[in-house]
């Protein structure tokens, strides 16, 4: 499986996009970029899932450079409700997803 | 939106007592997958199942775990004999299909064991 790194922590307001960008240099061909959302005492909720190019749903938008060395998780407009951890997961076999610490996003008022 | 349920919510069990955590998949998936994440620390995958068999399994799922699928609705993961270490959030999961196919988590078991 892909190694991704993102930052451990940030922090935002209310009504601000939020960007988080993961890096995960050793992608292979058939590797997809997926985010989780998890929220203290709640399971990991997947947010959107992408190859390449950009992809955009009803919560967010994933922008992924031609190498696809990277990704970006853009948040539009955050609330206070969507302080979570997001996790980058890299990988092509859904048997096993492997979460790093993910990111801690802090949404103040 | 369909989802996936787990019972009990939270589960206190005696040391060396056996354990069964519950979990109701999404009714059309045929991919079913326990996950654990003690306090703190990152989810970790521990077995995925499919066809009512292990498809693969990680080197916390020894043999005082087991899963099973004893009717068409339930999934289930026992530990039998508990230690404490094994105090954690249990989570099931369930996807539709195997590649490229987001899981989709119930909202976990607490379980402590004295």
């Known amino acids: 499986l892909a190694k991704t790194t993102q930052p451990i922590s940030m922090d935002s307001y209310e009504g601000q996009e939020v960007n988080i960008t993961c890096s995960h240099n050793?992608?292979?061909?058939?590797?997809?970029i997926t985010w989780y959302q998890q929220f203290p005492s709640q399971g990991p909720r997947f947010i959107i899932q992408g190859y390449k190019t950009k992809v955009t749903n009803e919560v967010a938008s994933l922008f992924i450079p031609a190498d696809r060395k990277s990704s970006t998780l853009s948040l539009p407009r955050v609330s206070l409700s969507d302080t979570a951890v997001y996790y980058c997961?890299?990988?092509?076999?859904?048997?096993?997803?492997?979460f790093g610490a993910g990111t801690t996003v802090t949404v103040r008022a | 939106e369909p989802e996936v349920t787990q019972t009990p919510s939270h589960q206190v069990t005696q040391m060396g007592q056996e354990v069964i955590l519950r979990c109701v998949p999404i009714?059309?998936?045929?991919?079913f997958y326990w996950y654990r994440q003690i306090l703190g620390q990152k989810v970790e995958f521990l077995v995925s199942f499919y066809n009512n068999e292990i498809s693969e399994k990680s080197e916390i799922f020894d043999d005082q775990f087991s899963v099973e699928r004893p009717d068409g609705s339930n999934f289930t993961l026992k530990i039998r004999s508990t230690k404490l270490e094994d105090s954690a959030m249990y989570f099931c999961a369930s996807s539709e299909r195997l590649l490229n196919q987001p899981q989709h988590f119930g909202d976990g078991t607490r379980l402590s064991i004295l």
């Open positions: 009714s059309n998936h045929l991919y």
């Open positions: 050793n992608i292979a061909t058939n590797d997809y």
């Open positions: 997961l890299v990988g092509d076999n859904d048997y096993k997803l492997s």
